[in-house]
């Protein structure tokens, strides 16, 4: 158990939904990381959120977003769900803000119809 | 821009065997930290190793090994006779000292299945 918790694990919705994922990081942790992994793209970072504030934006499109909150969990949102959405989305918790080993949660698994 | 390459999509090997999975690395920073990671049929991500790029000695740990190389910006894993549920996908990454937009980058992973 990599103490990093994702809900829900599978969520499955129809396209033009929106939905949100849930992350809580590992006690102690400061930096949530949000991954997406299909399987032509392999795992892509979306973005990075450090004590609540954004620290890195990767390849995140315009119909999604995140935030962290005061107790640093933090909620992806994922609108207009196309069916190419469908992936499995990481969240991954780190002490640091950038290079510390990050630990990564169970996963959600999106499936889009 | 960081690079992690792993040219071996899918390796088999009967158990017992040992077995290296490649991973080569492209980077402009002279500081970096690379990563091994592990995920099982179960999806989860499993965190495995961190080598700093100051410290190139070889790690062992049980029947993984890691090598090294900056000389051919190489970090390959060794898994020593190999088991049945050493089969996962490996995934090597790469994280830069001041990178800009992407913390970690990962390779395409190494399916690795373990025949009994």
Known sequence: ?113 | AQKVTQAQTEISVVEKEDVTLDCVYETRDTTYYLFWYKQPPSGELVFLIRRNSFDEQNEISGRYSWNFQKSTSSFNFTITASQVVDSAVYFCALSERYSGNTPVVFGKGTRLSVIA
Do not use: M
Not at chain 1, 21 to 38: A, E, K, N
Not at chain 1, 45 to 73: C, M, T, V, W
């Open chain 1, 1 to 113: 158990d990599s103490g990093v918790t994702q809900t829900p694990k599978h969520l499955i919705t129809a396209t033009g939904q929106r939905v949100t994922l849930r992350c809580s990081p590992r006690s102690g942790d400061l930096s949530v990381y949000w991954y997406q992994q299909s399987l032509d793209q392999g795992l892509q970072f979306l973005i990075q959120y450090y004590n609540g504030e954004e620290r890195a934006k990767g390849n995140i499109l315009e119909r999604f977003s995140a935030q962290q909150f005061p107790d640093l969990h933090s909620e992806l949102n994922l609108s207009s769900l196309e069916l190419g959405d469908s992936a499995l989305y990481f969240c991954a918790s780190s002490v640091a803000h950038a290079a510390a080993e990050a630990f990564f949660g169970q996963g959600t698994r999106l499936t889009v119809v």
